[in-house]
Structure formats: C-alpha cells, structure tokens
C-alpha cells in the first residue's frame, strides 16, 4: 500500500503512487479533466478544489509516468473520510485499475481509522461501487444540471 510520502507499488509494469497536494502535477489534473468535466463543456480549472492540497491521492501510471487511473480521499471528520474524483483513462478502462485505486484509497482510510467511506458516484458508476461493497444511502446531487449521482456509503 503506498503511503503518504510517494511509496510505489508495481504492477504489470504500471506504478501506484500515493501523492500528498503537493506533488500533483499537471497531468494528474488534466486525466481528471479529460474524465470528469472536459464531456460536459466544463472549463479547465474546474477539476480542482479547495481540498486538493490536503488530501490523499492515488496516480496509476505507466512506466513513462502517463497517469492512467486517479482517486482522492480526504477527511469530511475524524470518522468520515470521503472518496471524489475517480477517473480512469478510457484507453485503459475494464482492467481493474479504479477496483486497486478504491481499495488503496479504502486501506488510507482504515490507516486513519475513520469508521466508514462516502461517495457521490455517477449513476453509470453505481454498479462499480456496489460490486466493492458499497450501499446506496439516496441520492446524490446532479452536476451541469445532467450528471445525476447516488450518495452511497462503506463501513469499515
């Protein structure tokens, strides 16, 4: 399990990376961009927050340092902690890379003994997050006014 100070993890000649805020770069950024907002007219820019600079990532790359799968936990409390912005690289999609971003975001957040993990998942993404154990609490806001999501919840 990579830590917060970079460890990594090979697999399949790919790198799983634990990165603090600071040593995101902007690749990282535009994987989640492409994903999550470039689809729906969302600006550049729009990919990132606030909580960026103090939360734990997770980079799959390959072995040239092109980041194929993203994810980030932070702390919504010291019981909570909260998954948001998983993306995987269409190009490298259905070969389990967001199942061992999830898993490494989950074993985090069991090292920062938090109780349980939410989510806001896509409704195209609910069946992913169910099939890793997790429940649907209800739903969950609409982005850009289309992008419907469902709260769902893990105890840990």
């Not at 390959?62 to 902690?81: C, D, F, M, Q, Y």
């Amino acid at each position: 399990m990579p830590g917060k100070d970079g460890k990594e993890a090979a697999a399949g000649g790919l790198k799983l990376t634990g990165l603090t805020g600071g040593a995101l770069d902007s690749n990282y950024f535009d994987l989640r961009w492409r994903v999550l907002r470039e689809p729906w007219n969302q600006p550049r820019g729009s990919e990132r927050d606030n909580l960026d600079a103090t939360a734990f990532h997770l980079v799959i790359q390959t072995p040239e340092g092109k980041p194929v799968a993203i994810g980030r936990l932070h702390l919504n409390s010291p019981a909570e902690a909260q998954v948001r912005f998983m993306a995987v690289d269409p190009a490298w999609r259905n070969r389990g890379l967001g199942g061992r971003i999830l898993r490494g975001l989950e074993d985090e957040a069991r090292a920062r003994r938090v109780a349980r993990i939410v989510l806001n998942a896509r409704e195209d993404a609910s069946e992913f997050y169910l099939g890793h154990g997790y429940q649907v609490e209800g739903p969950g806001e609409t982005l850009f006014d289309k992008v419907r999501h469902v709260r769902m919840r893990k105890n840990l």
